[in-house]
């Protein structure tokens, strides 16, 4: 990698609209990331890497924060007030912090950022272009540039027409019903013994299409069905990792430092009469909120040592999805120590939303039983000059692979758990990624 003293950067405002989902598209770059919260009217956009850093085992958070500050501090910062603006790493990390050996897996370490050789930050009216490029290379980035921007200006977002894809998801075998209930029975009963309190177990579907998935097609779908969701994807030079994600891992903004807890969950009813009794009821289950406050106790325990007074609501709140009512509960406090949005990933990460508790028995039950998990359940996000940034746990996700896609969808399991009820969910989750998008629905 070359030394940071030898790359430069550019930050520049863009007084032109710009459509930047087709824009990275179209820079013929890789890698590329994107991630879009509507509601926020925020957006990042990256095209191609100047440097990139990658990290595995247990140390991986801290290696990666601290070549991400050595890089970052020694370019142009951005305009101050604009969140995000200038030079920023983008990426992510996966669940393990041991490489997935899973060949759809290949271009996804266990920790990865890079810095963008193009990267436009949009939030509001207000949008940024930064450029970045090594020592006697800045050609090489105008070109990017150049192609990039052929995609035009527009006012608003372009409507890419999608044509349906034949897809043919593999249908659950009887065998694999009856595998997901030998495992669910197998955590309940360490549960009931008292080894255990809660494991997060999840499937994986495969899909196959007549051609290749273009994973631009669902931010278009998510953009209006899902506005309060990070929307995103993370491309390699052939694979590609998509999402729409409503749960927060953690946001640093100056020194207030946010994350979310997301667990127990219903359906959402065929009426409003039905999906407010559904809610009710979510909120009134013994199950489900016990799930949930292991969550937030543990949220809040891995915070307190460096952020006080934190704000931790007494009660959840219902956050309603297209496909699922979630218990909610955000909790929010001021640093009081100098860490890094990475250093806080890795002190949350994993939470017991996509874990369990205790945490490392959770955890290698997990790794055992689902060694394909990749980034699914990690977390993708970015980090700015400041150590500040933003992670979002990367759920209603999955990972293209050509005319190849594999989905995963998780629950929660407890000691008053039922097998069948938690298959459902995962169903309900399967769908929720691509039931919405121009792939068509699963049959």
Not at 13 to 32: K, T
Not at 57 to 84: M, T
Not at 312 to 327: D, F, G, K, S
Request: glycine residues 8%.
């Amino acid at each position: 990698m070359d030394h940071p003293g030898s790359i430069f950067s550019e930050t520049v405002a863009v007084d032109e609209p710009v459509d930047l989902l087709r824009a990275i598209r179209r820079s013929g770059a890789a890698p590329l990331f994107y991630w879009e919260r509507p509601d926020r009217g925020l957006t990042i956009a990256a095209a191609g890497a100047v440097a990139e850093f990658q990290a595995s085992g247990a140390g991986r958070f801290r290696d990666i924060s601290e070549r991400a500050r050595e890089l970052l501090s020694s370019l142009n910062p951005g305009r101050s007030g604009d969140p995000g603006a200038g030079p920023l790493m983008v990426g992510g990390f996966g669940f393990s912090d041991r490489a997935c050996e899973a060949h759809e897996w290949r271009e996804f370490p266990p920790a990865w950022i890079f810095l963008p050789m193009l990267l436009w930050v949009r939030h509001g009216a207000r949008c940024t272009l930064t450029i970045a490029w090594a020592k006697d290379d800045r050609d090489s980035a105008d070109r990017m540039l150049a192609r990039a921007l052929e995609a035009g200006h527009s006012c608003h977002r372009s409507a890419t027409s999608w044509p349906l894809l034949d897809i043919r998801p593999s249908p659950t075998t009887p065998l694999e019903r009856q595998q997901w209930r030998e495992r669910v029975e197998r955590v309940r009963s360490q549960i009931l013994c008292g080894a255990l309190k809660k494991v997060v177990l999840s499937r994986r579907l495969a899909i196959e299409t007549a051609s290749p998935i273009d994973p631009a097609r669902f931010i278009d779908s998510a953009r209006a069905a899902r506005p309060s969701c990070v929307n995103f994807f993370v491309s390699g030079n052939t694979t590609s990792f998509v999402g729409s994600t409503p749960e927060q891992l953690v946001k640093l903004d100056g020194e207030t430092v946010t994350s979310s807890a997301l667990a127990g969950s219903v359906p959402r009813g065929d009426d409003p009469q039905e999906d407010r009794a559904l809610g009710d009821s979510l909120l009134s289950s013994a199950k489900n909120l016990e799930e949930h406050q292991y969550v937030v106790n543990a949220l809040a325990s891995a915070l307190e040592p460096v952020a006080s007074p934190l704000s931790v609501p007494a009660r959840p709140r219902l956050m309603l999805l297209p496909e699922a009512q979630h218990l909610f509960t955000r909790v929010e406090g001021r640093l009081r120590e100098s860490r890094s949005v990475i250093e806080l990933a890795g002190l949350l990460h994993p939470t017991p939303a996509v874990c369990g508790v205790p945490r490392e028995a959770a955890r290698a039950i997990i790794e055992r039983e689902e060694p394909e998990r990749g980034w699914y359940t990690g977390a993708v996000g970015w980090i700015d000059a400041k150590d500040q940034g933003e992670f979002a746990v990367a759920l209603r996700a999955g990972v293209i692979d050509g005319s190849r896609m594999y989905i995963f969808g998780g629950a929660g399991i407890v000691a008053g758990s039922d097998s069948e009820a938690e298959f459902a969910e995962t169903e309900n989750k399967l769908t929720a990624l691509i039931g919405s998008t121009t792939l068509g629905t699963i049959a």
